[in-house]
Each structure stands twice: as C-alpha cells, then as structure tokens.
C-alpha cells in the first residue's frame, strides 16, 4: 500500500498529537505512525495517572538546554493559558497541587481523549501498531516505509520521544533519524531520575520523606527527598539530577528554614541525646543512621562547642556523592538530543533539510519537573503544526 499526504508524523505522543491537531485545522491531511498499540502512552502514566499537563508559570528559567534561548520562542507562541483554554473547552475539571502545577481531577485518560478528539475533527489518520522501517528523501519528499505500507509526503515531524521509560516504547529511534540527515546531537542521558549510591547506609530508612534544600552546579531546589532502597529520591533528587554529571557531589541542607549552630547553643545543656533531639525533625531512624556515621549520639550538654558546630555543619551542608542514577529506565524524561543549533526556534525545522521537523522530548530542550515538559511538548508541536 503507498499512500501520498501532506504531513506525516512519527510518535503519537503529547507533541505528535499537538503538531497534528494544528496542521490538521489548516487543512493539512495528516498521518501519524505510533508503533504502540494506542497513543498517549505517557500522558497516561503521568503525574500517578491525573496527568501534570502543565504548569501556570513557564519561562525559559525552567529548562535546561545547550542553548538556553531555543525554547523561548516556541513558549511565547503557545502559553500555559492556551493549553489552559483547551482542557477548559472539553470540561476537563482540573486542579492546581503546588508550585503552580495543574493536574486532571479525574484520570489523565481525559487528556489523550481530549488530544484523540481534536485529531478527529481535524481529520488527522492515526495508524498505531505501525513500525517505521526505513526513511528515503528525494529532492522535495521523504518516503517512510511502515509495516504498514509507504508513505510519501512533503513534510515529515519527528515527535518520537527520548530514550526514558523503554518499557513504555521509548527507543533512540529519533537520534537515529537525525543521525541518518547529518543532524548533530547532544548526548542523551537520564533526567528527573532517583540516584542510586553504593552501601547507602539510609536504605535502612527507606520510606522516609524530608523537606530539604537540595544544590548541584550552582543549581537549588526546595521540595522533598524520599529514602529508597537504592539511594534517593523524591521532588527534590529528580529535580536536581538535571543538573547533575557522574562524579559530581551534591549538597543537601536538611534544615532549610532553620539556623542549626544557634539551635544546637540554644539547648547545649541538654540531658537529650543528639539521635532524640533530631528525631522529630527528621524521623527516628534516619537521625539515628545520621549519628551513627557522622557525630556518636550522646547528650548535648557532652558535646564542645566546636563539635556543636560541626554538627551544625554537617546537618545544613551534608554532601554526598552519588554513584549514578536508575538509568532510563526510572527516568521521567532525556537531557540531551537533537542540537537546537540545527533547528529553527520558531518553525522545528531542520535548517538545511527541507520539511524534516523535530519536536518534544527528542530535541535538546528538558524542563523541570512540574507539568514543563508538557508545555514543552505542546509548544513545540504547536509551533510546528504551523508550518509543516
């Protein structure tokens, strides 16, 4: 079967959908092929299944990229209120949980129903189950070869994703095509992932859960951290992985609104234990585990003043040094990708090969983590969707 379109695009995801839905409404005839069996496979895992689909406040300051800038354009063309519009135009109920982060109330099946629905009106064909094989380019259209015939068209996007979450489907299939065109790519690595540590002495508290101040090059988060089997995560550790290359130390102060040295002098002639006076700030078994290999547990009054203040230290400046992280698997997203010095800002187009588009999760562009990806995602489709 060969079939000649406008527009085809590779990976029905939250960008695919997007770039879709905008082609089709200027009367593009669009064709997208999932590999998957249905579409929006990670919009449905997302934020524990109610989708973090954006978030209020989006600048260029919440993503990492090479080139810091790239991103700013397609932002400002397609906002958080214009997504907005969208789930309010299909009587989505939503609700904001913290730090400006807007989840379904429902299920994050509203999401790709809502995505599905406007793929319809506009005429868009999905074909799931469908594997690319191979992709040729003559002098003005690409040929992509599926298992499920050939497609000919004038503009190809690719909005496959990166390499995080394989068991969802992710593959470097889009590095591979970039590499394929001559297009550079900046090495794709695990981000928003738990770090793993060799003997982590606090797996013994796995499960617990502390408000910190997390630094890593320069980099600072606030939120939470959660002890794991393996080491570390939680809000806090997956924020801060972006920002973070093996060997690399980080800095966790466990008292962020607190001045410990002048805590500590204020009860120095206390019969309390150290394990017990820090018990309630950072749970029974994690103080005891911090004694145990920082500073031996015995009644405050018994410490001297510079030990008091090493404590102190130790407690607000606390390094540790990871020995990697649990991989893609784990990851929530890819830093890393497509160069955007190969792109447009404004139109996702491959600056020397003609109608070859690159959107989402695929080009070096990560955001926090807190619905930034998805605006990403929808931006960058949009942004797209009016041109190819």
């Not at 092929?33 to 978030?55: A, D, M």
């Not at 992710?170 to 001559?182: E, H, L, R, S």
């Not at 926090?368 to 931006?379: D, E, K, T």
């Amino acid at each position: 079967m060969s079939n000649t379109t406008d527009v085809v695009i590779i990976g029905a995801g939250a960008a695919g959908l997007m770039c879709a839905i905008e082609a089709g409404k200027r009367g593009r005839n669009v064709v997208i092929i999932e590999k998957s069996e249905k579409i929006g496979k990670k919009i449905l895992i997302s934020g524990g299944g109610r989708c973090n689909f954006t978030n209020r406040t989006v600048t260029r300051q919440n993503y990492i990229s090479r080139n810091p800038h790239f991103c700013t354009s397609a932002l400002s063309r397609f906002t958080p209120h214009d997504f907005i519009s969208l789930v309010e135009k299909h009587n989505i109920a939503y609700h904001e949980k913290k730090l400006g982060q807007l989840f379904c109330d429902d299920s994050a099946r509203q999401i790709v129903e809502m995505l599905h629905s406007e793929c319809l009106q506009h005429n868009v064909h999905i074909h799931t189950d469908t594997e690319v094989h191979t992709i040729e380019k003559t002098d003005e259209t690409f040929t992509v070869h599926t298992s499920n015939g050939t497609y000919t068209t004038q503009s190809l996007v690719i909005a496959s994703g990166g390499k995080s979450i394989p068991k969802m489907g992710a593959t470097g299939f889009g590095y591979t095509i970039a590499k394929q065109f001559g297009l550079k790519i900046i090495e794709p690595v695990p981000a928003l992932v738990p770090f793993t540590f060799t003997n982590f002495p606090f797996s013994e508290a796995s499960g617990a859960s502390l408000d910190v101040e997390i630094e890593c090059n320069g980099t600072t988060f606030r939120e939470y951290i959660l002890c794991t089997h393996k080491g570390l995560s939680g809000p806090a550790i997956l924020q801060i992985s972006s920002y973070w290359n093996h060997g690399d130390a980080i800095t966790i102060n466990l008292f962020p609104d607190t001045n410990v040295h002048a805590l500590l002098t204020e009860h120095h002639t206390s019969k309390t234990e150290l394990k017990n006076f820090l018990s309630p700030y950072l749970g029974k078994r994690f103080a005891e585990i911090w004694c145990e290999l920082y500073m031996p547990s015995k009644p405050l009054a018994h410490y001297t003043h510079k030990q008091i203040e090493s404590i102190a230290t130790q407690l607000q400046h606390w390094q540790l040094l990871p020995t990697g992280t649990e991989g893609f698997a784990k990851a929530e997203v890819t830093r890393g990708g497509v160069d955007t010095n190969e792109l447009s800002s404004k139109t996702m187009e491959a600056k020397h090969i003609a109608g070859l588009y690159f959107i989402g999760e695929v080009v070096d562009v990560t955001g926090w983590l807190g619905g930034y990806n998805f605006q990403w995602a929808w931006a960058s489709g949009f942004a797209a969707g009016q041109y190819v």
